[in-house]
């Protein structure tokens, strides 16, 4: 299936590790050139030499802290005209209302709610200007698995659904698709590290995470390319008429209403 994705210019945050370097990868073969965002400059480079290599494409690496005051204006400026936008960056910490006070809740949600809300601010007009593009925003289940376990992210997450569906809803009056994906949990470090928090919480011994990952559909986490293969696709003309829709790829955890 050709995406007709080639020669378009992707800006990919949280592009390090994880899904957004998985995105990345995903983007390249497509042959999209990239603007990669992370706070790490050794692994945006060391991505960006491979990915050039392999794929023949331009790809420029941004070591931005988008916390940072002026951070996501000096990142808009450099990276200029963009077709598609991927919000990804940002982990907001789990466990419950006592356990992240305040100062975390809020340099979580400062990255993933924010971040997405003022980048998504200052690339749009530019997309509008130019004739058009796609944001996706990358946000996760938990903003549809209400767990008091991890109540800042899912309120972040649901906060961050609400956003896309608000923008979403007439952002194509603009030539614009707002969309977004909600994965549930993946094969990265990520999850690896949440599993064994609970394990230690739940069964006194973190050690024994495994057990907990055979409550997963499949016995596993989603590959990575369940999910970045999605977010090309929707990126891509083949999906020009969805906007202000969210795709959940949980294997059904959602629907049995629990994280694990």
């Not at 990358?138 to 376990?149: C, K, L, T, Y």
């Amino acid at each position: 299936m050709d995406l007709k994705l080639k020669g378009k210019t992707v800006l990919i945050t949280g592009a390090s590790q994880g899904i957004g370097e998985g995105l990345a990868r995903a983007f390249a073969e497509e042959g999209c050139n990239l603007h990669i965002v992370a706070r790490s400059g050794d692994r945006l480079n060391a991505l960006k030499s491979e990915l050039e290599a392999e794929h023949g494409v331009a790809v420029t690496a941004h070591a931005l802290d988008l916390t940072e005051p002026r951070a996501i204006e000096q990142l808009v400026t450099a990276a200029g005209d963009v077709d598609i936008l991927v919000n990804n960056a940002g982990v907001v910490p789990s466990g419950s209302l006592w356990d992240v006070d305040e100062a975390k809740w809020r340099a979580g949600w400062e990255l993933k709610v924010f971040g997405y809300i003022n980048l998504t601010r200052a690339i749009y007009p530019r997309m509008k200007a130019n004739g058009g593009g796609v944001i996706i925003n990358n946000i996760g289940n938990g903003g549809e698995v209400f767990d008091p376990a991890y109540v800042a992210g899912t309120t972040g997450n649901a906060s961050l659904m609400a956003f896309t569906r608000a923008m979403g809803g007439h952002s194509l009056d603009d030539n614009i698709r707002v969309v977004g994906v909600n994965p549930g949990p993946v094969d990265t470090d990520r999850i690896y590290n949440m599993l064994k928090k609970r394990a230690a919480d739940w069964l006194g011994d973190a050690g024994r995470y495994e057990e907990l990952q055979q409550r997963y559909p499949l016995k596993r986490p989603a590959h990575v390319h369940e999910i970045t293969d999605l977010i090309v696709f929707l990126a891509s003309f083949r999906s020009g008429y969805t906007s202000g829709s969210i795709f959940t790829v949980d294997g059904g955890i959602t629907s049995r209403r629990s994280v694990i």
